[in-house]
């Protein structure tokens, strides 16, 4: 009938396909829930706009928020997501209305990887008494205290001389400088660090590395979680799930370890110690608890992986933009030899001065904004943001790079300009500096990473300069994806002072 209407046949199976985009697309527009922020395009039955992010997620969200606003809403195949941009959104999402923007999604990846327990993955009840116990514990070994200054600075004792030891060579440091600054979390959590030549740590590390990647490209399996059914590993989701499950074993190696040399009474004081201390007094006095084995081992995950990747990442930048910005390393050795100066090293006291050089590490963490979409939250009741509607249970994006690059905000924010954190020579913050992200979830772990940045980056460059292997070809100031942004691998040159 249709055929002698058109005047032509049709193939056999484009009227039934016809037929079915049809319907999915009505069905979508009849569920689509009213007043929701605007969305960027047309909604592709099955796959929803991830045709539309494309392969460069990161730019295309920035552009989006150009043409679209501070608000939109987005379709990862059938999940509905709001992405939440602009200082003003977030404030009012995640300050005004933190309660209920605290949790964290569920289903979709993270029951694939069974994440909902310990604190970064988990919601309510269960994330606050791990979050405050895990903190306690931190707090009581040093952490946002001078002691924890000292356990950086025995840390970069080994890293200087490593370093030293590259004789000015040309050196990829990654594997190095991750390991430092694992090393500092390990000291708490498990009591010990580890060489930079051992070969199992470094592998562990590349591991939590590749999990990192990974995970961003987790929407995949959150809309569609059958492709771990798929022949193959096109969308990685296998490996995903071996990497998680690998990382976890080991946490749980590192448990049985620990509770084995604390009943042979070789433990030194640690964080897995005190945690299970904690926990069983808890359940001697009757009293309910989460605190569980299962969310130690997560809990352990949280803090080597999130605490060591994103500290790490930052350090790489530095050097990088040091490398980049010669003149900027040359006022931070000016700041180090007229506060500290050559003889002596720099210790936990110098944190209240040296402005220029925190200035500069602000700087680094703006313009690299490590974490452009922070760690996805949900939205726990239907609410209004900016006077749109937000369903309950709809994953939420803090678009982080949105208030980091954001122009409006920082003059020129394309361009690295430490002078920017400087007010009549004094360090000036202002509240739109979110590296940390902000509200209830923002990181439990800024001040230990602050410590670190600020005396890994005087050490090093009142030391050494920071300068190309090739001056002809500096490394490009671009990214590897991952939930993280680390620089690609680069090699620079660290050049003893004396011999500069
Ligand atoms: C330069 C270094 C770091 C940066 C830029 C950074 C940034 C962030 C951001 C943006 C979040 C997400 C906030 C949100 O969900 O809204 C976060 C969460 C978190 N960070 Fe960090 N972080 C750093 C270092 C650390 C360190 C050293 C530790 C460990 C001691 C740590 C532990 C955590 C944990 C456990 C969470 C999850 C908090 C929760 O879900 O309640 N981070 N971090």
Redesign the pocket.
Known sequence: MLSSLLGFDLPPLLLPALVLVVTLLLKSWAEAPVNLPPFPGWRVPVVGHMLLLGANVREKLLEIRKTTGNIFSLYFGGTLVVVLSGFDVLKEA?IKQGDVFVD?PVGGVHSILRVNSG??GSSGST?KEN?SA?FQI?RSFG?GKDAMSQKVLEEIKLYLEYLENLGGQAANVKDTTTCATSNV?CSIVLGKRFDYDDAEFISLLRSHREYITLISGAYVHAWFPQVKYLPGDFFKSKRLIQVYDEITSQMSHFIEKISEEERNGLATSNFISSYIEKMEEKEKSGQPTELSNHHLKRILF??LV???D??AS?LLWFYLYMVHFPEVQEKIYEEIVREIGTARSPSGQDKVGLPYTKAVLLET?RFAS??PL??S?RCNRETTVAGYTIPKDVPVL?H?DSVMLDDKIWDNAKTFRPERFLKGGKLACPEFFV????????????S??KI??FLVSISVIQRFKVVPADPNNIPPLRYEKGATCAPLPFSVKFVARTAA
């Open positions: 995640m964290r604190i970064i994330w979050r895990a931190l952490l979390i949280d803090l999130g605490g060591t994103t500290t930052t963490q490590i974490l922070a760690i939250h803090l982080l590296a940390f992200g902000l509200g209830k979830r923002s990181c439990p772990g800024e230990l990473a670190e940045l």
